[in-house]
Structures are given as C-alpha cells and as structure tokens.
C-alpha cells in the first residue's frame, strides 16, 4: 500500500508534473530544470528526490552534474508516466520550455551548467 501512496503523491504536484514534461524529450541537468522553471536549486532538487523516490526518474552523474531522465523500467510506471505527458499541455508547458531553450543556448557544452546567480532572478545555484 505503501509503495502506491509513494506513487500517486509523486504525481500529485504540479511542479512534479512540470518535471516529468520537460524529461519528456531526453535527460538534463539539474541546473538546466532549476532554469526551465525558473525555481531555486534545492526547491527543484526536493521535487527530482520525491520523483526518484516513486520510481518515475533517475539520475546518473557526469562530471561534478547530475542527470535526470525518466525511468521506464517498469510497465505500471511507465503507463502513468506516459499517460500524464498526453494528457499535460503542450501549451501549459510551453514557458519552461521556452526557458530551457534560452539557458540550453547560453550554455557552453551540453555537461556545463552556468552560474545563475548573476541572472535576474538571482539565487537559482
């Protein structure tokens, strides 16, 4: 019972869902989710651990980075995970993924993160 509570308050919040939206086309960075929705780093960071922990991403490390992609290991899983992605907006994530591009562009390889604190929001790293 417990696991299935797990589950369905991962997908209960829709920072969580913004999440799984932008894991939709391919992993990123961390510091590329913090930019795409325009949140602070451990803000983001607590919603990748409740996802990890449901099962819905995981992570791999690339240099001092970590990297999140969806996980869709298992066939439960993996029908929720494809069944909220069709049924989320194009449009209502249309914004963070406007973000994405813009940071994605200004960034200098695809494994190095820039340092956001001199950005208008301020305080993302």
Known sequence: ?????TIFKALSDETRL?????????????CDIVAALDMVQPKVSF????????GFIKDCKHGRWIHYK???ADMFKRS????V??????AAA?????????FL???????????????????HA
Request: net charge positive; charged share 35%; glycine share 4%.
């Open 1 to 5: 019972m417990e696991t299935i509570l």
């Open 18 to 30: 913004r999440i799984l939206k932008l894991l939709e086309h391919g992993e990123l960075c961390v």
């Open 47 to 54: 919603h990748l651990g409740v996802l990890k922990e449901a």
């Open 70 to 72: 969806l996980d869709d």
């Open 80 to 83: 929720l995970i494809l069944s």
């Open 85 to 90: 992605l069709e049924r989320t907006s194009n």
């Open 94 to 102: 249309a914004e963070d993924k406007k973000r994405l591009e813009r």
């Open 105 to 123: 562009k200004s960034k200098k390889t695809k494994t190095d993160c820039i340092n956001l604190k001199n950005t208008a929001r301020g305080n």
